[in-house]
């Protein structure tokens, strides 16, 4: 038995670190927090000290039991979680569940997983750090505590199953607040200049007026004062300049930048990142701090000497404006520098160049350009136009690295053609295009990430969470809309005449953006009214300062609890039982044939429109189409829906009806449903369109060969064309004729499918229904029905038991929803109270 056990919070990092320590040590995984809050009640003091009652989850108690044994047997016990409060946080619960003697345990912290950093950890262990154990609890108290209070609130006032949290509503409130900018933004048109010219060399450049024209008609007459015009270089400077890297990567701008270049969502940054962290290749990915170590510094230098020469090496310390940013050591970079890629999974790959790049070329000399700018002068009118160019000298850390923008009107300068002053021009031709300003661009993952940064809301390890909880809860929601056509007007000067054409532009494109739903609205206009002080930005903001005087000891962490509560609670009472019902409702005029009401507003299955006041009782509902929202539904749009559904007619002795379903707009046949293509509108389609559509569904599902007495089918989904038999699903790869499928060739592939789908169990508890299968890329579930649990990549699913596996799938399982049960039975009580 070794007499060291090492205790982390995941078996990957638990794999890494075994490498680096002798056979005296022994490194167990405790699957990340092993106690935390109950979650069938607020679990926490309210009334005392606001102590939490922390509990040991379900699914944790054979790795508690497990962690206990080993911790008896050894001699020392080394707590090594990560380093920052959440680590600590877990460190204090081991030794606590653990019972562990103080005199046999040590913490220890490390920001990177390397040989040399584990062994520095154990020579230098230390005590657990209390105020950082506080700080965390502060969190995790305050957030449940808001959670807990408000979404009984929104249950009562709005509608059933929503939450509220302290940090994701607020997160909410930016995107609902940029979306209302955006709708009450007034476009407005301008006529901007654009010129190409000649040098005597015949050699092109653009340039353009710094001005622009309120109206076609003066930017036309523009156009005829330059026809007979002769032009020339009327001033030419040159300066040099020189541009400088950027600091290394936080865990916000890792998360910006990952997502300009890799399109990465926030969530698969922080996984992949965490993959990397663990594998030993970069360090700790939870960070605020801009710094490198002078030992980083010095591999970097090494590396840039090795690779570039001594010219392109530069050393440099950058100062971070994160308020908080004290926890963390450094800034993200690899752990070695001299490892300018990695072969591992491709994404992973990926996103560690880019964290080498970016680390390297903090340290690299700057590029040296040289900026030109040009004024070009016209014979017939005093205007300007003015180009301007750019030229790299050296190109320093570009060589390696430029960080992306989020800007999407950037223009990036090009090259000039050498230019002496008086030097005459050839026009090649002006134009003046009519551009709209453009409204306030919606959110991104990245810039919303930068947005919550920039007013102090969260920290790095609050960031992926909440935008994907966001999304989860459907408050909010990725984009879809391609945009619509726009027309605009171009002038062309060229040969000396003027002409005018009409060209289109797509405008009002989401897709990717975060678009808030009627729910999150709604949500956040009820919480707003109400509870302005939590959604307030400021308080928001204080509250990350409160949470970094208590990490440092200058605050106690009950005392600002008690100080919250004491104003909070109260007011949440008064809310729930005073505030009206929230249903973002909207009158939107009076329905022509019966001369009722005609509004929107968000009903039990979501968003509906409704003819007749709420007082009345044969009110008629219709539900919007996914693609419509409460505030932005037109009066003619809302009629439109109670023209649904539609019933076209029959074909094969069938009716046929077309409707607008939760998942957008279908046609009825028989017991068969098929969806309309694309942006078809329901009310557009007649019988023979819907015939058309009939035909090649049935086309799509008739059987094109019976195996084992059943029928197989074929079509093509979101990962190519398969066949269909036994409600299995078998992709047909490249070396099959995918429109010849021969009937050797269908049953090959039901036979091969038939044996993976036999090699894939590792376990298979029939008399529990529980089975243990291989999944993608490596990695195994745990399935029950419909209930499956992915396993960790690191995890020996050949040595899962069948009691681990029940407390999996117990641990994952929903429980079922008793209030109503309850309220039944509250019902029929009251209703034999009254008889007797």
Same mark, same amino acid.
């Given at each position: 038995?070794?007499?060291?056990?090492?205790?982390?919070?995941?078996?990957?990092?638990?794999?890494?670190?075994?490498?680096?320590?002798?056979?005296?040590?022994?490194?167990?995984?405790?699957?990340?927090?092993?106690?935390?809050?109950?979650?069938? %009640?607020?679990?926490?003091?309210?009334?005392?000290?606001?102590?939490?009652?922390?509990?040991?989850?379900?699914?944790?108690?054979?790795? /508690?039991?497990?962690?206990?044994?080993?911790?008896?047997?050894?001699?020392?016990?080394?707590?090594?979680?990560?380093?920052?409060?959440?680590?600590?946080?877990? #460190?204090?619960?081991?030794?606590?569940?653990?019972?562990?003697?103080?005199?046999?345990?040590?913490?220890?912290?490390?920001?990177?997983?390397?040989?040399?950093?584990?062994?520095?950890?154990?020579?230098?262990?230390?005590?657990?750090?209390?105020?950082?154990?506080?700080?965390?609890?502060?969190?995790?108290?305050?957030?449940?505590?808001?959670?807990?209070?408000?979404?009984?609130?929104? =249950?009562?006032?709005?509608?059933?199953?929503?939450?509220?949290?302290?940090?994701?509503?607020?997160?909410?409130?930016?995107?609902?607040?940029?979306?209302?900018?955006?709708?009450?933004?007034?476009?407005?048109?301008?006529?901007?200049?654009?010129?190409?010219?000649?040098?005597?060399?015949?050699?092109?450049?653009?340039?353009?007026?710094?001005?622009?024209?309120?109206?076609?008609?003066?930017?036309?007459?523009?156009?005829?004062?330059?026809?007979?015009?002769?032009?020339?270089?009327?001033?030419?400077?040159?300066?040099?300049?020189?541009?400088?890297?950027?600091?290394?990567?936080?865990?916000?701008?890792?998360?910006?930048?990952?997502?300009?270049?890799?399109?990465?969502?926030?969530?698969? *940054?922080?996984?992949?990142?965490?993959?990397?962290?663990?594998?030993?290749?970069?360090?700790?990915?939870?960070?605020?701090? /801009? $710094?490198?170590?002078?030992?980083?510094?010095?591999?970097?230098?090494?590396?840039?000497? $090795?690779?570039?020469?001594?010219?392109?090496?530069?050393?440099?310390?950058?100062?971070?404006?994160?308020? @908080?940013?004290?926890?963390?050591?450094?800034?993200?970079?690899?752990?070695?520098?001299?490892?300018?890629?990695?072969?591992?999974?491709?994404?992973?790959?990926?996103?560690?160049?880019?964290?080498?790049?970016?680390?390297?070329?903090?340290?690299?000399?700057? #590029?040296?350009?040289?900026?030109?700018?040009?004024?070009?002068?016209?014979?017939?009118?005093?205007?300007?136009?003015?180009?301007?160019?750019?030229?790299?000298?050296?190109?320093?850390?570009?060589?390696?690295?430029?960080?992306?923008?989020?800007?999407?009107?950037?223009?990036?300068?090009?090259?000039?053609?050498?230019?002496?002053?008086?030097?005459?021009?050839?026009?090649?031709?002006?134009? #003046?295009?009519?551009?709209?300003?453009?409204?306030?661009?919606?959110?991104?993952?990245?810039?919303?990430?930068?947005?919550?940064?920039?007013?102090?809301?969260?920290?790095?390890?609050?960031?992926?969470?909440?935008?994907?909880?966001?999304?989860?809860?459907?408050?909010?929601?990725?984009?879809?809309?391609?945009?619509?056509?726009?027309?605009? *007007?171009?002038?062309?000067?060229?040969?000396?005449?003027?002409?005018?054409?009409?060209?289109?532009?797509?405008?009002?494109?989401?897709?990717?953006?975060?678009?808030?739903?009627?729910?999150?609205?709604?949500?956040?206009?009820?919480?707003?009214?109400?509870?302005?002080?939590?959604?307030?930005?400021?308080?928001?903001?204080?509250?990350?300062?409160?949470?970094?005087?208590?990490?440092?000891?200058?605050?106690?962490?009950?005392?600002?609890?008690?100080?919250?509560?004491?104003?909070?609670?109260?007011?949440?009472?008064?809310?729930? %039982? $005073?505030?009206?019902?929230?249903?973002?409702?909207?009158?939107?005029?009076?329905?022509?044939?019966?001369?009722?009401?005609?509004?929107?507003?968000?009903?039990?299955?979501?968003?509906?429109?409704?003819? @007749?006041?709420?007082?009345?009782?044969?009110?008629?509902? #219709?539900?919007?189409?996914?693609?419509?929202?409460?505030?932005?539904?037109?009066?003619?749009?809302?009629?439109?829906?109670?023209?649904?559904?539609?019933?076209?007619?029959?074909?094969?002795?069938?009716?046929?009806?077309?409707?607008?379903?939760?998942?957008?707009?279908?046609?009825?046949?028989?017991?068969?449903? /098929?969806?309309?293509?694309?942006?078809?509108?329901?009310?557009? /389609?007649?019988?023979?369109?819907?015939?058309?559509?009939?035909?090649?569904?049935?086309?799509?599902?008739?059987?094109?060969?019976?195996?084992?007495?059943?029928?197989?089918?074929?079509?093509?989904?979101?990962?190519?064309?398969?066949?269909? =038999?036994?409600?299995?699903?078998?992709?047909?790869?490249?070396?099959?004729?995918?429109?010849?499928?021969?009937?050797?060739?269908?049953?090959?592939?039901?036979?091969?499918?038939?044996?993976?789908?036999?090699?894939?169990?590792?376990?298979? =508890?029939?008399?529990?229904?529980?089975?243990?299968?291989?999944?993608?890329?490596?990695?195994?579930?745990?399935?029950?029905?419909?209930?499956?649990?992915?396993?960790?990549?690191?995890?020996?699913?050949?040595?899962?038991?069948?009691?681990?596996?029940?407390?999996?799938?117990?641990?994952?399982?929903?429980?079922?929803?008793?209030?109503?049960?309850?309220?039944?039975?509250?019902?029929?009580?009251?209703?034999?109270?009254?008889?007797?």
């Amino acid at each position: 038995m070794a007499k060291n056990l090492v205790i982390v919070e995941s078996p990957a990092k638990a794999k890494t670190i075994e490498k680096f320590l002798g056979k005296d040590y022994k490194v167990e995984s405790s699957f990340g927090h092993i106690a935390d809050l109950p979650s069938k %009640e607020l679990g926490v003091d309210v009334e005392g000290d606001f102590s939490p009652k922390y509990e040991v989850s379900s699914d944790k108690k054979s790795v /508690v039991k497990k962690l206990r044994d080993l911790s008896k047997k050894a001699e020392m016990v080394w707590l090594a979680s990560d380093e920052d409060r959440e680590g600590e946080a877990i #460190a204090w619960h081991l030794a606590e569940t653990l019972k562990l003697d103080k005199a046999k345990t040590k913490r220890i912290v490390f920001h990177e997983i390397t040989k040399s950093a584990i062994q520095k950890a154990i020579e230098n262990p230390r005590g657990i750090d209390y105020h950082l154990v506080d700080a965390q609890q502060a969190r995790r108290v305050l957030d449940r505590i808001v959670g807990y209070e408000l979404s009984p609130v929104l =249950w009562r006032k709005v509608k059933g199953g929503l939450s509220a949290g302290r940090v994701q509503s607020v997160s909410v409130r930016l995107i609902v607040e940029r979306e209302r900018e955006i709708q009450e933004f007034k476009a407005e048109a301008s006529y901007r200049i654009d010129a190409e010219f000649s040098n005597e060399e015949g050699q092109t450049f653009k340039a353009k007026l710094p001005k622009t024209f309120a109206s076609k008609a003066d930017a036309f007459k523009f156009l005829e004062q330059n026809a007979n015009a002769d032009f020339k270089v009327s001033d030419l400077e040159k300066k040099p300049a020189k541009k400088s890297p950027a600091a290394p990567f936080t865990t916000s701008t890792l998360q910006q930048e990952a997502a300009r270049k890799l399109y990465f969502s926030v969530s698969k *940054t922080m996984t992949m990142a965490q993959r990397l962290y663990e594998a030993g290749l970069i360090t700790y990915m939870r960070t605020d701090s /801009v $710094n490198l170590s002078d030992e980083a510094r010095k591999g970097a230098k090494a590396e840039i000497e $090795n690779a570039y020469g001594k010219k392109y090496a530069k050393e440099r310390n950058y100062k971070g404006k994160a308020k @908080g940013a004290q926890e963390a050591h450094e800034a993200i970079r690899p752990t070695d520098f001299a490892l300018h890629t990695v072969d591992i999974d491709r994404d992973q790959a990926r996103l560690y160049e880019l964290i080498w790049k970016r680390a390297i070329a903090s340290q690299m000399s700057e #590029a040296q350009l040289e900026r030109t700018n040009v004024k070009i002068s016209a014979s017939t009118h005093k205007e300007l136009f003015s180009a301007n160019g750019e030229v790299i000298t050296f190109d320093g850390f570009l060589k390696v690295y430029l960080e992306g923008t989020d800007d999407e009107d950037s223009e990036q300068e090009g090259m000039l053609p050498a230019m002496k002053v008086n030097e005459t021009l050839l026009n090649e031709y002006i134009t #003046a295009t009519e551009r709209y300003t453009r409204p306030p661009y919606r959110y991104t993952e990245a810039s919303l990430v930068k947005k919550l940064e920039e007013l102090g809301i969260g920290r790095p390890s609050t960031y992926a969470p909440t935008i994907s909880t966001i999304q989860n809860r459907n408050y909010v929601e990725k984009g879809t809309v391609e945009g619509v056509e726009r027309e605009y *007007t171009q002038l062309t000067l060229k040969e000396g005449a003027v002409k005018d054409k009409l060209l289109t532009e797509k405008v009002g494109s989401d897709k990717g953006k975060l678009v808030p739903t009627d729910i999150g609205m709604i949500v956040t206009d009820f919480l707003v009214n109400h509870f302005e002080s939590i959604l307030d930005y400021n308080f928001t903001a204080k509250v990350e300062e409160d949470f970094d005087d208590i990490a440092e000891g200058k605050e106690n962490w009950t005392e600002m609890m008690k100080e919250f509560y004491v104003k909070f609670h109260p007011h949440v009472k008064d809310v729930q %039982e $005073n505030a009206d019902r929230e249903s973002g409702e909207r009158i939107l005029g009076t329905d022509p044939k019966t001369g009722r009401q005609v509004s929107v507003r968000l009903g039990k299955f979501g968003p509906m429109a409704q003819i @007749g006041a709420a007082e009345e009782d044969d009110k008629i509902f #219709a539900s919007l189409s996914p693609d419509q929202q409460l505030n932005t539904i037109t009066f003619e749009e809302a009629l439109d829906l109670f023209k649904l559904p539609k019933d076209l007619g029959t074909y094969e002795g069938e009716p046929v009806v077309v409707n607008n379903g939760r998942f957008g707009p279908y046609i009825k046949f028989g017991d068969a449903y /098929v969806s309309l293509p694309k942006g078809v509108d329901a009310l557009s /389609v007649e019988l023979d369109d819907a015939i058309v559509l009939i035909k090649e569904k049935q086309k799509a599902d008739a059987p094109i060969y019976m195996y084992d007495g059943l029928p197989v089918q074929k079509g093509k989904g979101r990962f190519g064309p398969f066949i269909k =038999w036994n409600n299995m699903f078998i992709n047909v790869n490249k070396k099959y004729d995918w429109d010849n499928l021969s009937d050797d060739d269908i049953v090959t592939l039901i036979k091969e499918k038939i044996q993976k789908e036999i090699d894939k169990v590792v376990h298979n =508890w029939e008399e529990e229904g529980i089975r243990v299968e291989k999944a993608r890329w490596g990695r195994h579930n745990v399935i029950k029905g419909k209930v499956k649990v992915e396993l960790d990549k690191t995890v020996d699913a050949t040595k899962i038991t069948l009691d681990e596996a029940k407390a999996m799938i117990e641990a994952k399982t929903p429980k079922r929803k008793t209030a109503a049960k309850k309220k039944a039975t509250a019902k029929k009580k009251t209703t034999t109270a009254k008889k007797k």
